[in-house]
């Protein structure tokens, strides 16, 4: 089960670090996180591996976003700075068993509930 939070409201040029706290056996999985604009599928944002040692970016946020994982604490992060109004979504955590943290939402067998990014300009 995965538990995403740290949402909310900021205004463009401003940070917000995503929080999603899984349960059971965390450190096996790959996580990523994906986002969600009103009437569109999910894309992907970002992805690390078990070990934290390979993480994949989509272009959106290169430069400006970074996940990580604590897993000793169960959670993965992803710190997001210099927002801008195109960065509102809503953003979904995601764990899988494959590969090193693939950037397709379908090789993705779970998934946390969403959590709302809004970005005031």
């Known amino acids: 089960q995965l538990q995403a939070s740290g949402g909310g409201l900021v205004q463009a040029g401003g940070s917000l670090r995503l929080s999603c706290v899984a349960s059971?056996?965390?450190?096996?999985?790959?996580m990523g996180w994906f986002r969600q604009f009103p009437g569109k599928e999910r894309e992907f944002v970002a992805s690390?591996?078990?070990?934290?040692?390979?993480?994949n970016y989509a272009d959106s946020g290169k430069g400006r976003f970074t996940i990580s994982r604590d897993n000793g604490k169960n959670t993965v992060y992803l710190q997001m700075n210099s927002l801008n109004p195109e960065d509102a979504a809503v953003y979904y955590c995601?764990?899988?068993?494959w590969g090193l943290g693939p950037k397709r939402g379908d090789e993705y067998e779970n998934w946390g509930q969403g959590t709302e990014v809004t970005v005031s300009s």
């Open positions: 995601a764990a899988t068993r």
């Open positions: 690390i591996s078990k070990s934290g040692g390979t993480t």
């Open positions: 059971g056996t965390y450190s096996t999985y790959n």
